[in-house]
């Protein structure tokens, strides 16, 4: 029920309506022009005899989803007969969705714990486990910011501001990748903070510091920039201690795990500066 | 009196005899069994030899606790002003009356989620009335119990309503109209004839308004956020559970719905037939 829009399909499938009916209308008149025409239609699909077709379905966390958007833009340009769709969602419920059978192709979770509990669900395809890595690969990074209003109306200039008692602070609820890093961080800093919530995501955090609800927030050096104005970010040294590592895999549940594992790969060469742009580190 | 009794007596096996009406009952076993279905996939899966233990952990007690009484207190807002608008509804004439009854079902129609960001702009620190309610007087909404209340009587209330106006457009204005003509202000007409002819109306409208209220999630979440203790009622208990051990979840779900079972049950009995 969270975050209606990142979960719908995306309006530009419906742009493949027009392109279908073309094909279907190229074909229709070229089987009444007999079968010279045919063989013409047949050699043209030959000649680039790796191009992928089909659907590819790719389960992301919600953090990835204007980056993941922009690549797919890219990847379908290079592979026009292929059509990505997405389930954006909290990392931890697509692997529940993943777990009990949900047909995707391509996971890329937030955190290595929610890849785990897709590893030990036996979800992760073996052979390409095999060829890369057996926990699934990690192709980005992603640490904490301190986010507070634009006004920053409590004045929060350090980390250790977020333990006085007049500064109210959201964090993520611990069952999500970006709360365990909270409290990474909050360890690592020996700093006891009582949050006046515990936000589902950590999109919701960042909607409740940029309607002024909270003082400060913990969130995504990502969701800063993509904020970009609406909230002020700000570093702080135990960030590093907390730095979350994105591993991405091929599912065995994948129809056509060629088309699965070179998605992976786009991603991780050509997707490279895209996902940079976006504040997310290397690995 | 007794050939009344006989006449009754012979009359009541009469309607219920005769062949069965297949064209009700098979449609009605559908829908019933489609309605139990998926809380018979909750007993199945539950893990029945921890379940005390996970019942009984004191993060699930408070949320409990917190449900229940957030809900009852809603159920109590919603039946003050809830009532009076359902009256006003259904007894008077006003220009717009009609567009006034679309929007009390607004609340019914958007997704609670929005519903609870709409509140957040309204009611929030920084929103067009709690912007007032926080430099006036202090008094900062989200986060606290009262905004789970709130969160509840906006989504819950218009069942409360719809189904007290219907009760009032079915029954009989000429009880009113008789007690008008003897002289009874509006008020007494309407806590002398009308409350008590409306009653089982108001009680079914109180049970929806609490069930509603008890499994609300989306417009808390986003208006109240979520604390134990604090916000976190059973539902969003349950989501938080789900995102890591969704056997947690499963108890908890389990235990709103025996529980809620148990009151509607009860409740059910004493103001609807009593």
Redesign the interface.
């Known amino acids: 029920?969270?975050e209606?829009t990142a979960r719908s399909p995306r309006p530009r499938r419906t742009a493949h309506g027009p392109t279908a009916a073309t094909a279907a209308l190229v074909l229709a008149l070229t089987a009444c022009s007999g079968g010279g025409a045919d063989t013409e239609e047949g050699s043209g699909g030959g000649a680039d005899g790796a191009a992928f077709s089909g659907e590819l379905t790719v389960f992301a966390a919600a953090s990835l989803t204007d980056v993941f958007e922009e690549i797919a833009t890219s990847f379908e340009e290079e592979n026009p007969e292929v059509e990505v769709t997405f389930n954006f969602a909290?990392s931890?419920?697509l692997a529940?969705q993943i777990n009990s059978g949900a047909p995707a192709d391509v996971f890329a979770a937030a955190d290595t714990d929610t890849m785990g509990q897709v590893v030990e669900g036996e979800g992760l395809d073996a052979d390409w486990a095999a060829e890369h890595s057996e926990d699934g690969q990690v192709f980005v990074t992603n640490n904490l910011r301190i986010a507070v209003p634009p006004d920053n109306p409590a004045g929060v200039e350090s980390f250790a501001d977020l333990a006085e008692d007049d500064v109210?602070v959201?964090f993520c609820?611990q069952?999500?990748p970006c709360g365990a890093a909270t409290v990474t961080a909050l360890e690592a800093a020996d700093l006891d903070v009582t949050?006046?919530?515990?936000?589902?995501d950590v999109r919701?955090v960042l909607?409740?510091v940029e309607?002024?609800?909270v003082d400060a927030g913990l969130v995504y050096a990502t969701d800063v920039i993509s904020a970009e104005g609406r909230v002020e970010g700000l570093d702080f040294p135990e960030s590093e201690e907390a730095i979350n590592d994105y591993p991405i895999g091929v599912l065995s549940a994948s129809g056509d795990t060629d088309l699965a594992a070179a998605w992976v790969e786009f991603v991780t060469t050509e997707g490279a500066p895209v996902l940079r742009d976006a504040g997310f580190g290397t690995p | 009196m007794t050939a009344v009794a006989t006449r009754s007596d012979r009359r009541a096996p009469r309607t219920r005899s005769g062949r069965v009406p297949w064209i009700l009952v098979l449609p009605a076993l559908v829908g019933l069994s489609f309605l139990i279905l998926p809380f018979a996939g909750l007993l199945v899966r539950a893990p029945w030899p921890t379940m005390v233990e996970r019942v009984t952990e004191p993060e699930v007690l408070a949320a409990l606790w917190l449900s229940l009484s957030t809900a009852t207190v809603a159920t109590l807002v919603s039946l003050s002003f809830g009532v009076p608008l359902a009256w006003m509804l259904a007894r008077t004439e006003f220009p717009g009356r009609r567009v006034v009854r679309a929007l009390v079902t607004i609340p019914l129609v958007i997704?609670?989620?929005v519903g609870g960001?709409a509140l957040?702009?309204v009611l929030?620190?920084?929103g067009l009335v709690g912007r007032y309610l926080d430099a006036w007087f202090g008094l900062t909404l989200?986060?606290t119990p009262a905004a789970v209340v709130i969160a509840q009587v906006f989504v819950a209330m218009p069942f409360l309503v719809i189904t007290v106006e219907g009760a009032l457009r079915g029954a009989d204005r000429r009880y009113e109209e008789a007690a008008a003509t003897l002289g009874a202000s509006r008020v007494t007409i309407f806590t002398r004839v009308t409350l008590p002819m409306v009653l089982p109306g108001i009680g079914a409208g109180a049970i929806l308004c609490w069930a509603r209220a008890l499994g609300e999630?989306?417009a808390t979440?986003?208006f109240a956020?979520?604390?134990?203790g604090t916000?976190q009622t059973m539902p969003l208990a349950v989501?938080?559970?789900?995102?890591?051990d969704?056997e947690a979840a499963i108890v908890l779900s389990l235990v709103l719905l025996l529980v809620s079972l148990a009151v509607l049950v009860t409740l059910r009995e004493r103001w609807v037939n009593p």
């Open positions: 029920m969270r209606p909290g931890s419920e529940q109210d959201a609820s069952e999500v949050p006046v919530t515990l936000e589902e919701a909607t409740k309607l002024g609800e | 997704p609670p989620v960001v957040l702009l929030g620190r920084n989200p986060f999630f989306g979440i986003t956020g979520n604390f134990p916000t989501y938080m559970a789900m995102q890591r969704p």
